[in-house]
């Protein structure tokens, strides 16, 4: 095991990727760094240079948001408290975290963290685009709130996901007609105006595989 770590261990240093052991098995996490830039002048050379870096990682190493049953046993305030112990800033939102912002946080400032992102479930194809907008300020408003500088946006219209018999790799997955991707997109370029222009929050793409968006 000792030698199977050591080599997750560089595997993980060469990825930014982070690690840990328990009861004999290696768990891998998921890490994201959000970079602060500052443009400096040197002699006339115009060059970019790292102001701060800090790392945050996504709560699926300790509880999956798909399937519930992984990582059940791990408490909102264990995860949190062992991202601290291994050096992260911040971390996305996960299912087990308090949906009171205020509580979210309290348990975020007293460990000197903060929040980096959260997904949202878009349904701009099959919803009113009012409708997904004011779902979406809500969720800007959270974000705001606990010092997030992105919102990970995912449409979820025809998603397959978590339907266990429904193959990924078979034609029953949806696809879109040009009229329903002119409206997914136009709506998905307003939520990330409404976002920057509004709230200095950055929206993120994820083509999450059995999305409308993504193919095999």
């Not at 006339?44 to 798909?66: E, F, M, Q, T, Y």
């Not at 300020?137 to 339907?163: C, F, H, M, R, W």
Request: net charge neutral; glycine share 8%; charged share 25%.
């Amino acid at each position: 095991l000792a030698k199977t770590a050591n080599c997750t261990r560089m595997l993980c240093e060469k990825m930014r990727l982070t690690f840990t052991v328990h009861k004999g098995k290696i768990r891998i996490s998921k890490c994201v760094c959000f970079v602060q830039t500052q443009r400096e002048d040197y002699g006339g050379n115009n060059n970019v240079r790292s102001k701060k870096v800090r790392l945050g990682i996504c709560p699926i190493g300790w509880s999956n948001d798909d399937m519930w049953d992984l990582g059940d046993e791990n408490t909102f305030q264990q995860c949190i408290s062992e991202m601290k112990l291994a050096g992260f800033d911040g971390c996305e939102v996960g299912h087990k975290y308090p949906e009171d912002k205020t509580v979210l946080k309290h348990m975020l400032d007293v460990r000197n963290m903060t929040i980096a992102s959260k997904w949202f479930s878009s349904f701009l194809v099959d919803k009113p685009y009012e409708e997904v907008e004011a779902e979406f300020i809500k969720e800007l408003d959270y974000l705001s709130y606990v010092g997030a500088t992105a919102i990970n946006v995912s449409e979820q219209s025809g998603s397959i996901q978590g339907q266990l018999d429904t193959p990924v790799l078979d034609d029953k997955k949806r696809v879109l007609t040009d009229e329903e991707w002119d409206r997914f997109t136009t709506g998905l370029n307003k939520l990330g105006k409404l976002s920057m222009e509004k709230y200095g929050i950055r929206t993120c793409f994820h083509h999450h595989m059995g999305t409308v968006c993504q193919t095999v």
